[in-house]
């Protein structure tokens, strides 16, 4: 929960610092798009390529970036082994029959004995799951003996291992992206810019003071709230709560214990910040003033040319493709 950097704003002074928030916010939704247009994995690679430039130019702390992605692992990896396992098209690379026998079901249960003390001591966690779920391939495929539950055959196919890379890919491009725009926006800019972006909605009867203010206290909050959760359990830890072990009835009780100090924390901070709110003369539906006015540069009007060349490039790509 440390690493969480969603809704984080770091000071800076770098090229993306001095823009104005309607153009990071427009450019990234771009960007997203032109991403999702791309469809081979050497564009996307010059893609990631382009951002990581991005981010070297804009001063923006890659190992933070890099650090935050660490909770997303899990779901990398879930997206990675679903298009291996689930995709049957192109050139057929692998096809063993894995063996569910007593032998092989119990060095699983010992290798999972085995990879959780590892993991409880050491650093490397993504390192140690991986190294469990190539455990469990070897266990199945090299254990044939003892008495034999069933069989089934593990097929990976070119396009599996291709599709996977390709969405891999596309995730940590996107996750940089908006990475970078919470990483180098003020959440007051970030909610000015989304109001003056959903100013004309008003006519369908959006209030997008509202919705831009709504947006921006959950961006605010999230590493607030994740912050709040993690002390709390490092204090019932300290007091012999283990969420990780025990038995499911204790791991609910646990999980309870942490809910119950957690909306009572959020619902303290959500009236500590009405007041705050309301000691600043804030009425909802009401004209405000700021002292900050938000104002185009030319820094803004160079990196729009480059995200209107980027898509329209991407554009071009599709439609060659």
Known sequence: MKNIVIGQYIPGKGL???????????????????????????QLLVAFSVCAVMMWVGNIPVKRVIRGMKPLIILLLFTFF?????????????????????????????????????????????????????GIFVLFRFLPFGYSFTTFRFAIYEKGIEMSIFVIIRLVIIISLSTVLTLTTKPTDLTQGLESLMRPLKIIGIRSEDFALIISISLRYIPTILDEAFKIMAAQASRGADFAEGKLKDKVKQVISLLVPMFIIAFKRSEDLADAMESRNFVPGKPRTRIHELRFGWTDIGVGVFTLAALALTIVLKVIG
């Open 16 to 42: 993306f610092y001095r823009m104005d928030p309607r153009t990071k916010i427009i450019s990234v939704i771009t960007l997203m798009i032109a991403i999702f247009l791309l469809g081979s994995i050497p």
């Open 82 to 134: 679903f298009q291996i396992f689930f995709n049957k098209e192109g050139k057929l690379l692998l096809d063993e029959v894995m063996h569910v026998t007593v032998v092989s079901v119990l060095g699983i249960v010992l290798w999972t004995i085995i990879w959780r003390l590892l993991a409880r001591i050491g650093k490397f966690k993504t390192v140690l799951l991986l190294a469990y779920i190539m």
